[in-house]
C-alpha cells in the first residue's frame, strides 16, 4: 500500500509541476511584453510570478525525494526503509530551506540559503551523474534504465540552473528600467531574455518528457 501510495504521489508530482510552470511562463510572458502598463502594476506581477515559482522548486524536490523512496521500496536502490526515511527526512529539510530562501530573499541571510540551496542542487547533479555513470559501466548495481533516468535528471537539475542565470540576466535589465524608466530598447532586451528563459524552459520539459517515457519503457 505505501509503494502505491508513493507511486500515485510521485505521478501527480509531474502534473503539479508542469501547471505550475504554464500558469508562471503565462504571466511571465505578460509582464515582460506589456510596456504599457504602470512599473509599479508589473513590479506587482512579478512578486506573484516569483511566489508561484516556489510551486516548481517544491515539485522538483519532492521528485527527488519520492523518487528516492520509490526506487528505495522497490529495491532499486539499497537500505530499503532506512534510505526511503532518509530522504523523507531530507526532503523535509530542503523543502524547508526552499521556503526561508524565498521569504527571506530581500535581504542578505536569504542569499546566504540561496547560496546552500544552489550548493545542495550541484551535490545533487554530480551524485546523479556519478550514480549514472557507475551504474552503465557497472561499478554500480542499479538497472540500465534508471541509470539512464538519473542521468536525465541531472539534466533537469542543470537546466533550471540555466533559468536562473538566464533571469539574473533579466533581473538587470529590470532593474534598470526601474530605476532610469523604459526605452523602446530596454524592453526589447526584456523580451529577449523572456525568450531565453523560455528557451531553456523547453529543455527542461523535453528531459522531463523524456524521464517519463524512460520510466514506462523501462529500455535495457
Known sequence: MLIQAVLVAHIIVVGYWLGSD?????????????????????????????????HVRYALIL?????????????Y???????????????????????????LRKNPTGRVLGQIDRSIRYVAIAAA??????????????????????????????????I?????RYFLVWETIKTEGSTDELEQRLRNR????????VVLWVFVATIVAVSVLKPG
Do not use: C
Open 129 to 162: 551523474i556519478l550514480i549514472a555513470i557507475g551504474s552503465l559501466l557497472g561499478y554500480l548495481h542499479v538497472a540500465g534504465w534508471l541509470a539512464i533516468k538519473l542521468a536525465l535528471f541531472a539534466g533537469v537539475f542543470l537546466s533550471g540552473l540555466g
Open 22 to 54: 504554464l500558469v508562471i511562463n503565462s504571466t511571465f510572458r505578460y509582464v515582460s511584453r506589456t510596456a504599457s502598463l504602470p512599473f509599479a502594476e508589473r513590479e506587482r506581477l512579478m512578486d506573484h510570478v516569483m511566489d508561484v515559482d516556489q
Open 164 to 168: 536562473r542565470f538566464e533571469l539574473v
Open 63 to 75: 521528485q527527488v525525494w519520492l523518487g528516492t523512496t520509490l526506487g528505495a521500496l522497490l529495491g
Open 77 to 103: 536502490f539499497p537500505g530499503g526503509l532506512w534510505l526511503a526515511g532518509t530522504a523523507m527526512l531530507l526532503g523535509i529539510a530542503w523543502l524547508t530551506l526552499v521556503e526561508f530562501t524565498h521569504r
Open 194 to 201: 523572456y525568450a531565453s528563459s523560455t528557451a531553456v524552459l
